[in-house]
């Protein structure tokens, strides 16, 4: 069964600054990867997915991933941080040809000013 | 486009007790899921229904169950409440099955178990 594994359960970072969340899946198969955000007291909402054509992913609010085979990665980057991206962020993998979703256990991103 | 939406937004309820979620999808999308998401378990998915079929069941007692109505609305039930349920129940709905589309989240319902 596939599973995502998030590195950091809490990243912290500079306003302006660089924002990368790291997110490692195991699949038997090419997977469909998915990042979502959750501001407090809301659900989640996609902010892009990965279904097999380009690599490099770009999502609302400028984010992007980049799907890496040979390292199962996809990890999610922002190449300058604002206050209003300080939310949870949930990594997710499912494998075609199966009806299963799994949901990494998130990684809490705080923006300092 | 109205949103996913779930009701009621906050309940309690004790032990013993059972609890009814409702949530409505957008309209168009046939596929709801629910999740529970808890500090210490992260996001769990409970079961996905489609055309008024459960497709897919999470690995949850038999406790916590689902239907979905015609109109595509869905509802979840847990009987004999436990302290461990208290959570964040979530509903996602999609056009079609979850695993591949994008799921609109509602904002949830959050159950506290006294």
């Known amino acids: 069964a596939q599973s995502v594994t998030q590195l950091g359960s809490h990243v912290s970072v500079s306003e302006g600054a660089l924002v990368l969340l790291r997110c490692n899946y195991s699949?038997?198969?090419?997977?469909?990867l998915f990042w979502y955000v959750q501001y407090p007291n809301q659900g989640l909402q996609l902010l892009l997915k990965?279904?097999?054509?380009?690599?490099l992913v770009k999502g609302i609010n400028g984010f992007e991933a980049e799907f890496k085979k040979s390292e199962t990665s996809f990890h999610l980057t922002k190449p300058s941080a604002h206050m209003s991206d300080a939310a949870e962020y949930f990594c997710?993998?499912?494998?075609?040809?199966?009806?299963?979703?799994?949901f990494g256990a998130g990684t809490r991103l705080t923006v300092k000013p | 486009k109205a949103g996913v939406t779930q009701t009621p937004r906050y309940l309690i309820k004790t032990r013993g007790q059972q609890v009814t979620l409702s949530c409505s999808p957008i309209?168009?999308?046939?596929?709801v899921s629910w999740y529970q998401q808890t500090p210490g378990q992260g996001l769990q998915f409970l079961f996905e229904?489609?055309?008024?079929?459960?497709?897919n069941k999470g690995n949850f007692p038999g406790r916590f169950s689902g239907r979905q109505f015609s109109n595509s609305r869905s509802e979840m039930n847990v009987s004999t409440l436990e302290l461990g349920d208290s959570a964040l129940y979530l509903c996602?709905?999609?056009?079609?099955?979850?695993?591949?589309?994008?799921?609109?989240f509602g904002p949830g319902t959050r159950l506290t178990v006294l």
């Open positions: 996602a709905s999609s056009l079609a099955e979850r695993t591949y589309n994008e799921q609109f």
């Open positions: 699949s038997s198969v090419p997977p469909y």
């Open positions: 990965y279904t097999s054509a380009a690599t």
């Open positions: 997710a993998v499912s494998d075609r040809g199966n009806n299963d979703m799994r």
């Open positions: 309209s168009g999308h046939r596929s």
């Open positions: 229904y489609f055309s008024e079929t459960q497709r």
